[in-house]
Nanobody
Framework: QVQLVESGGGSVQAGGSLRLSCAAS??????IGWFRQAAGEEREGVAG???????TYAESVKGRFTISRDGAKRELYLEMNSLEPSDTAMYYCAALPPNSDKCGTFRSERYIYWGQGTQVTVSS
């Protein structure tokens, strides 16, 4: 059974930083990414990472967020710097089917495994 568990969310002031973690158990694939959903908004892709380490980012977070993974620990991370109030959202870790070749896609319907989310709140 695949389980994705996010942690690391919290409340920070604008300009601050947070590091999100996602522990992936039971998952044998390699395509995992981060999504977020603000209140009243649609879920959007934030960052994704491929097996070779290639990463993709939403335009709104480029230069501020960094996605990384620890294969041995089966963990995914999202380092978030220079946070802005517009980054306030529930952040989700999500994984594609194990045999997927769509690493890095931001099409949420392709992801079949989702964590419960961790809230990030940025105040001005």
């Amino acid at each position: 059974q695949v389980q994705l568990v996010e942690s690391g969310g919290g409340s920070v002031q604008a300009g601050g930083s947070l590091r999100l973690s996602c522990a992936a158990s039971g998952y044998r694939g390699y395509c995992i990414g981060w999504f977020r959903q603000a209140a009243g908004e649609e879920r959007e892709g934030v960052a994704g990472i491929a097996p070779d380490g290639t990463s993709t980012y939403a335009e709104s977070v480029k230069g501020r967020f960094t996605i990384s993974r620890d294969g041995a620990k089966r963990e995914l991370y999202l380092e978030m710097n220079s946070l802005e109030p517009s980054d306030t959202a529930m952040y989700y870790c999500a994984a594609l089917p194990p045999n997927s070749d769509k690493c890095g896609t931001f099409r949420s319907e392709r992801y079949i495994y989702w964590g419960q989310g961790t809230q990030v709140t940025v105040s001005s």
